[in-house]
C-alpha cells in the first residue's frame, strides 16, 4: 500500500522533481529538477538521481549509487537526454548509470534486474527484463543485453556489443563480439561454451527445446562449416524451432560477428 512521500531533512530534492506517493529518500541523497520517481520506491542514502533520471515503481536504488549523469561521450553536447529504470529493479551499492546521447536518446534498463556493487551501464544501453549483472560489470556504450541475462562478476563489455536472451557469461571474462542468444559463454578468449540448459530449464523451456537446440548450437558454433553450409546442415537435419528461428536472426543482424566455440 502506497503511503506519502518520505524525504529526510538532510535529502536535497528540488522541488520540480516529481516523486510518486510512498517514495523514501534517504539521508544526503540528492534528486535533480527533471526527474520522475514511481511509486513505493527507495532512494537510498548519498545517492545522485541526475536529471533526465525516470525510475519505475518499487526501484531500490542503493547507498551511493549515481543514476542518470550525463554520458562519458566526448561528443556529448549537453542535449537533452534520459535515463529509464523499470519497476523493481534494484541498483546496488556504487552503482553508475548514465543518460542516452543523441545516438538513441536514451539509456534504458528493464523491469525486475539487479544491477549489483560498482556496476556501470553507460550511454545508449539497453538492457530487457530480468538482467542480473554481478559485481563490477562495466559496459561500454551502445550495448544490447537480451532479457534473462546474466553476467558473472567482473565482465566487461566492449562497446556496441549484443548479448542475447537467456544468456550466462562466466565471470571475469571479456566480450569483444556478439553473444548468441541461449549461449553460455567464458574462457580468453571469450568463447562460446554451450547451451545455456540448466538457465532454460529453469525459465520452463521443455526439454526438446533445449536438445534441440544443443543440435543446432553443434552445427553453428563447434562444426568446421561456414554460414552457408550450416544453415544447409540444420535444413537436412530438420531443425527448426520460434528459438532456433530467432537464433539465426540475432546471427543475421550481427555487426561486430558472433562469437564462436
Same mark, same amino acid.
Given at each position: 500500500?502506497?503511503?506519502?512521500?518520505?524525504?529526510?531533512?538532510?535529502?536535497?530534492?528540488?522541488?520540480? *522533481?516529481?516523486?510518486?506517493?510512498?517514495?523514501?529518500?534517504?539521508?544526503?541523497?540528492?534528486?535533480?529538477? /527533471?526527474?520522475?520517481?514511481?511509486?513505493?520506491?527507495?532512494?537510498?542514502?548519498?545517492?545522485?538521481?541526475?536529471?533526465? !533520471?525516470?525510475?519505475?515503481?518499487?526501484?531500490?536504488?542503493?547507498?551511493?549509487?549515481?543514476?542518470?549523469?550525463?554520458? %562519458?561521450?566526448?561528443?556529448?553536447?549537453?542535449?537533452?537526454?534520459?535515463?529509464?529504470?523499470?519497476?523493481?529493479?534494484?541498483?546496488?551499492?556504487?552503482?553508475?548509470?548514465?543518460?542516452?546521447?543523441? !545516438? $538513441?536518446?536514451?539509456?534504458?534498463?528493464?523491469? /525486475?534486474?539487479?544491477?549489483? !556493487?560498482?556496476?556501470?551501464?553507460?550511454?545508449?544501453?539497453?538492457?530487457?527484463?530480468?538482467?542480473?549483472?554481478?559485481?563490477?560489470?562495466?559496459?561500454?556504450?551502445?550495448?544490447?543485453?537480451?532479457?534473462?541475462?546474466?553476467?558473472?562478476?567482473?565482465?566487461?563489455?566492449? %562497446?556496441?556489443?549484443?548479448?542475447?536472451?537467456?544468456?550466462?557469461?562466466?565471470?571475469?571474462?571479456?566480450?569483444? %563480439?556478439?553473444?548468441?542468444?541461449? *549461449?553460455?559463454?567464458?574462457?580468453?578468449?571469450?568463447?562460446?561454451?554451450?547451451?545455456?540448459?540448466?538457465?532454460?530449464?529453469?525459465?520452463?523451456?521443455?526439454?526438446?527445446?533445449?536438445?534441440?537446440?544443443?543440435?543446432?548450437?553443434?552445427?553453428?558454433? $563447434?562444426?568446421?562449416?561456414?554460414?552457408? %553450409?550450416?544453415?544447409?546442415?540444420? $535444413?537436412?537435419?530438420?531443425?527448426?524451432?520460434?528459438?532456433?528461428?530467432?537464433?539465426?536472426?540475432?546471427?543475421?543482424?550481427?555487426?561486430?560477428?558472433?562469437?564462436?566455440?
Amino acid at each position: 500500500m502506497t503511503t506519502s512521500t518520505q524525504i529526510h531533512p538532510t535529502a536535497i530534492v528540488n522541488s520540480a *522533481a516529481r516523486l510518486d506517493a510512498g517514495v523514501v529518500v534517504e539521508p544526503y541523497a540528492i534528486i535533480d529538477a /527533471d526527474v520522475e520517481i514511481g511509486a513505493d520506491s527507495v532512494i537510498g542514502s548519498h545517492t545522485r538521481i541526475a536529471d533526465g !533520471a525516470r525510475l519505475g515503481r518499487e526501484v531500490k536504488v542503493h547507498h551511493g549509487a549515481i543514476v542518470g549523469t550525463v554520458p %562519458q561521450d566526448l561528443k556529448f553536447g549537453g542535449e537533452k537526454t534520459l535515463l529509464r529504470v523499470g519497476d523493481r529493479t534494484v541498483i546496488r551499492e556504487y552503482a553508475t548509470l548514465n543518460r542516452g546521447t543523441l !545516438a $538513441r536518446g536514451e539509456t534504458r534498463v528493464g523491469a /525486475d534486474c539487479l544491477l549489483m !556493487a560498482y556496476t556501470h551501464v553507460a550511454h545508449d544501453c539497453l538492457l530487457g527484463d530480468r538482467v542480473i549483472m554481478a559485481n563490477a560489470v562495466q559496459l561500454g556504450g551502445h550495448v544490447t543485453i537480451g532479457d534473462w541475462a546474466i553476467m558473472g562478476g567482473g565482465v566487461v563489455v566492449h %562497446q556496441f556489443s549484443m548479448i542475447g536472451e537467456h544468456v550466462l557469461v562466466g565471470g571475469g571474462f571479456r566480450v569483444t %563480439q556478439d553473444v548468441p542468444p541461449y *549461449a553460455i559463454v567464458g574462457g580468453y578468449p571469450c568463447r562460446v561454451v554451450s547451451v545455456n540448459k540448466i538457465g532454460l530449464e529453469r525459465r520452463g523451456f521443455s526439454e526438446e527445446q533445449v536438445t534441440t537446440l544443443s543440435r543446432a548450437f553443434r552445427i553453428l558454433f $563447434r562444426s568446421k562449416l561456414n554460414h552457408t %553450409q550450416a544453415l544447409e546442415k540444420l $535444413r537436412d537435419e530438420k531443425l527448426d524451432s520460434s528459438e532456433i528461428r530467432h537464433l539465426l536472426e540475432f546471427i543475421a543482424s550481427s555487426k561486430r560477428g558472433v562469437m564462436r566455440a
